[in-house]
């Protein structure tokens, strides 16, 4: 009996069809040294990468016509100097980037998470 349970448990948490969760934009530091800010530009580009999956994936999840469009990010902008400026540059672009397509996908998220597949 009890490996009947956890095999239904388990085929009950595989066949869910839920999409994914959206995390909140981590926070920048208040004090900027380049260590800082490397650390923040990499976890805004891993939220950047986040937000590309979870568009991608759901537009295949859902196969709906009328799904929202996106853009991806110009991945050939941000600078590779490891300075000072050229991070906040590549930040500037990465939260510009964040601010467009959270619209996008809190729409996406709002209209989709309720649905049943």
Do not use: G, R
Request: a positive charge; one cysteine or more; proline letters at 5%.
């Amino acid at each position: 009996m009890l490996k009947l349970v956890n095999y239904l448990l388990i085929t009950f948490l595989l066949c869910c069809t839920t999409i994914a969760s959206l995390p909140d934009k981590p926070n920048l530091p208040i004090i900027q040294t380049l260590e800082t800010l490397a650390k923040d530009e990499a976890q805004l580009s891993d939220y950047v990468m986040y937000l590309i999956t979870f568009l991608a994936k759901t537009k295949v999840k859902v196969n709906d016509l009328n799904y929202p469009e996106y853009i991806y990010p110009n991945l050939s902008t941000p600078k590779d100097e490891h300075s000072i400026t050229s991070i906040k540059y590549n930040i500037k672009l990465l939260l510009e980037y964040i601010d467009k397509t959270k619209t996008i996908t809190k729409k996406v998220y709002n209209q989709y998470s309720k649905l049943k597949m």
